[in-house]
């Protein structure tokens, strides 16, 4: 299972614009200046947000993207689903045909943990990311590495 460049680089970009929207429209030269992301890749990403409707763009001097609804509704799955990025830990892309046209004997595993994956990706908002970045303080680096959890509360995760 991986999550390409094109959903990491779609969600970047919604928290560069969601950090800066109250301004007004938000260029993408702005955003790939920031963001390092090439600014075609940056438009063909924010063509597809704007037809799912996360975006809008406006046109002219002092145009850009301004968000289409507000960020408390705006989900990190909503986004990697408007770049049609799939997050797919089956082999068979969900369909059941992974082992000789028949399901494998992990199929349902992985269509659980898929489930799980955006189940969470769907709690979590544009606005709690925005949020999360503008109370960093300016430079800050993650200084402790991040706490491995144990296999009980891996299940408790898992199993709800």
């Known amino acids: ?17 969601g950090m800066r929207h109250t301004r007004g429209p ?3 030269a702005g955003i790939s ?3 390092k992301i090439s600014l075609s ?15 809008d763009s406006v046109r002219g001097p ?7 609804r507000p960020m408390e509704e705006i989900s990190v ?14 082999q068979c892309g969900g369909l059941g ?7 494998c004997m992990t199929h349902e595993l992985w269509t659980n943990l898929n489930a799980h994956i955006y189940q969470y990706l769907e709690g979590v908002s544009l606005a709690v990311l ?12 993650r200084k402790e590495p991040r706490k491995m959890i144990g296999s009980a509360e891996l299940k408790a995760v898992v199993n709800g």
């Open 130 to 141: 925005v949020e999360q970045q503008l109370n960093k303080p300016a430079g800050e680096t």
């Open 1 to 17: 299972m991986r999550l390409t460049t094109k959903g990491r680089f779609a969600v970047t970009a919604m928290i560069d614009l």
């Open 77 to 90: 799955a909503d986004i990697i689903r408007a770049v049609d990025e799939p997050i797919d830990a089956t």
């Open 97 to 103: 045909n992974c082992h000789d046209e028949h399901e």
């Open 26 to 28: 938000v260029t993408l």
């Open 33 to 35: 200046d920031r963001q």
């Open 62 to 68: 002092g145009g850009g993207y301004c968000l289409a």
């Open 41 to 55: 890749y940056l438009e063909q990403l924010f063509g597809r947000l704007r037809r799912q409707g996360i975006v």
